[in-house]
């Protein structure tokens, strides 16, 4: 599963994927599961992303500290972890067109939500709020961020404060899917080594790839950045939602 080729696949995958989602705050994360769910089972592709996006959100975070909104990054996880509570009951692991057709959907839905009734991720209560719907997102798609950037989009935050704020409460929701996915993997002994292996390093790759972005962040506006992306994730939505229905109509 792990030749040499899929190693080097996954080392530009990890830095790419990282390098975009270091400069939008998303997007990489959805083109990472999309490569991972192509080699390897729901649950253990799950945990791989999760794993390479806590590194990669964990650096950002880092990169950006003084930056960070503390408050938003607490309730944000006590509601990710309220999810995985809710949702360790279920024991519950998608098809994979299902994962895609949701990835491919939530940025179109997100981006339609009304101006004058959009959350915001700094008032009282959203933050738990987007923890929640954000952890039953990463136990369902694998990823969040289409579904939180309509809590970010119209805060008035700077690209920066989104960016590390975003990442620092990422970590929170990453963990959660770990920890769920992790137990609903089939006989895993045996094989937590070499795949523990592999996870670290496309995480030193992916931390590599949050490395590079910081420059041209630095370089963007708030205006490009939020304009940006929103055209990402639409063109990403857009793939996920063609692979979805031609894995649905070739069954």
Do not use: C
């Amino acid at each position: 599963m792990f030749s040499v080729p899929v190693l080097v696949a996954l080392a530009a995958v990890a830095v790419v994927t990282s390098f975009i989602s270091g400069i939008f705050g998303m997007a990489g994360g959805m083109l990472l599961i999309g490569f991972l769910l192509a080699l390897l089972p729901v649950p253990v592709a799950m945990v791989f992303h999760g794993v390479i996006q806590i590194a990669a959100n964990a650096w950002r975070a880092w990169l950006w500290r003084h930056h960070v909104n503390w408050r938003v990054v607490l309730n944000f996880g006590l509601g990710s972890g309220a999810s995985l509570l809710a949702f360790s009951s279920l024991d519950f692991v998608p098809d994979k067109a299902m994962v895609l057709m949701v990835l491919g959907l939530t940025p179109f839905v997100a981006l339609s939500v009304p101006q004058r009734i959009a959350p915001n991720i700094e008032r009282g209560g959203q933050a738990f709020l987007a923890g929640a719907i954000g952890g039953a997102m990463q136990l369902v798609s694998g990823v969040t961020g289409p579904v939180l950037d309509i809590f970010y989009v119209r805060t008035g935050m700077t690209r920066q404060v989104n960016i590390s704020t975003k990442a620092a409460a990422q970590v929170l929701g990453h963990l959660t899917k770990v920890t769920y996915f992790a137990g609903l993997i089939d006989n895993p002994a045996g094989r937590d080594a070499a795949q523990w292996l592999v996870m670290g390093y496309a995480a030193v790759f992916a931390i590599l790839g949050t490395t590079l972005s910081r420059r041209f962040l630095d370089r963007m506006s708030d205006k490009q950045f939020y304009r940006w992306t929103r055209r990402v994730i639409l063109v990403i939505g857009t793939v996920y939602i063609v692979q979805a229905v031609w894995m649905m109509v070739t069954r």
